[in-house]
């Protein structure tokens, strides 16, 4: 299976897992009294600022304990690289950014205000390939180039 297919196979039962585990959250937010948040998110590339269309935000309600509770939401960005949600009880919460031909992104945030806006930007992946069975980064001072081939 080539690396692009193992890709696509690991975000599909990524998404098939979240979309088990968006009950718990929206059960979790039906039963919450408390304070709520809605909260916008900015997808861009790291490199020149353009959005990233279709990209899945994830979000995790993590616990006193900063694990990562169970439930989860998959939000998928627009052509212009944002989407929201309304109604996040205050508290931590992990968001988790993937889409294609980028490194997955994830960072905890504290929930805290009415209305909060979130500006992601994700990175190209590292520069890798395999040399000999070894596999070498070449952003990396340690990559060295054979020497030239006598004439």
Same mark, same amino acid.
């Given at each position: 299976?080539?690396?692009?297919?193992?890709?696509?196979?690991?975000?599909?039962?990524?998404?098939?897992?979240?979309?088990?585990?968006?009950?718990?959250?929206?059960?979790?937010?039906?039963?919450?009294?408390?304070?709520?948040?809605?909260?916008?998110?900015?997808?861009?590339?790291?490199?020149?600022?353009?959005?990233?269309? $279709?990209?899945?935000?994830?979000?995790?309600? =993590?616990?006193? %304990?900063?694990?990562?509770?169970?439930?989860?939401?998959?939000? !998928? *960005?627009?052509?212009?690289?944002?989407?929201?949600?309304?109604?996040?009880?205050?508290?931590?919460?992990?968001?988790?950014?993937?889409?294609?031909?980028?490194?997955?992104?994830?960072?905890?945030?504290?929930? $805290?205000?009415?209305?909060?806006?979130?500006? =992601?930007?994700? %990175?190209?992946?590292?520069?890798?390939?395999?040399?000999?069975? !070894? *596999?070498?980064?070449?952003?990396?001072?340690?990559?060295?180039?054979?020497?030239?081939?006598?004439?």
């Amino acid at each position: 299976m080539g690396a692009m297919s193992k890709s696509r196979l690991m975000v599909g039962v990524v998404m098939i897992l979240l979309g088990l585990g968006m009950i718990g959250l929206t059960r979790a937010q039906d039963d919450y009294e408390g304070p709520m948040s809605d909260l916008q998110f900015l997808v861009v590339k790291d490199y020149n600022g353009k959005p990233v269309r $279709n990209a899945a935000v994830v979000l995790h309600p =993590v616990n006193k %304990k900063g694990m990562q509770s169970k439930g989860g939401m998959e939000l !998928k *960005t627009d052509n212009n690289g944002r989407t929201n949600i309304d109604g996040i009880p205050y508290g931590a919460l992990r968001v988790q950014v993937l889409a294609p031909g980028f490194q997955t992104f994830g960072e905890d945030y504290e929930i $805290n205000k009415p209305e909060l806006q979130i500006t =992601v930007k994700l %990175k190209r992946p590292a520069g890798q390939y395999t040399s000999g069975g !070894k *596999t070498v980064d070449p952003q990396k001072d340690d990559v060295k180039k054979p020497p030239p081939k006598p004439q």
